[in-house]
Nanobody, 120 residues
């Protein structure tokens, strides 16, 4: 099982980016999928999380600007990032709580980080 993250880059303040995270491999079922971020010198924080069914939850600092959506058929989540601010600059990490084929429990899986840089 692996999570492939993509979509980071450099953007000016007020701009937009879309991050994509696709889970692949021997997956039985996926529970939550989420994006975390770690800014330089700061602790990792949960940005947004979405269950298999239902709406997403967001950290207060991104509400109204970032939208997390999910395509269960593709095991993929999309983080649409609008009105970006310099304080959104961080390495973003995709996360999934999933049960692999043959496993008896859910485990955390992480994608590689993707850097988002917002210039002022």
């Amino acid at each position: 099982v692996q999570l492939q993250a993509s979509g980071g880059g450099l953007v000016q303040a007020g701009g937009s980016l879309r991050l994509t995270c696709a889970a692949s491999g021997s997956i039985f079922t996926i529970g939550y999928m989420a994006w975390y971020r770690r800014a330089q010198g700061k602790q990792r924080e949960l940005v947004a999380r979405i269950a298999k069914v239902g709406s997403a939850n967001y950290v207060d600092s991104v509400k109204g600007r970032l939208t997390l959506s999910r395509d269960n058929a593709k095991n993929t989540v999309y983080l649409q990032m609008n009105s970006l601010k310099p304080e959104d600059t961080a390495v973003y990490y995709c996360n999934a709580l999933l049960r692999a084929v043959g496993a008896t429990q859910y485990d955390d899986y992480w994608g590689q980080g993707t850097l988002v840089t917002v210039s002022s």
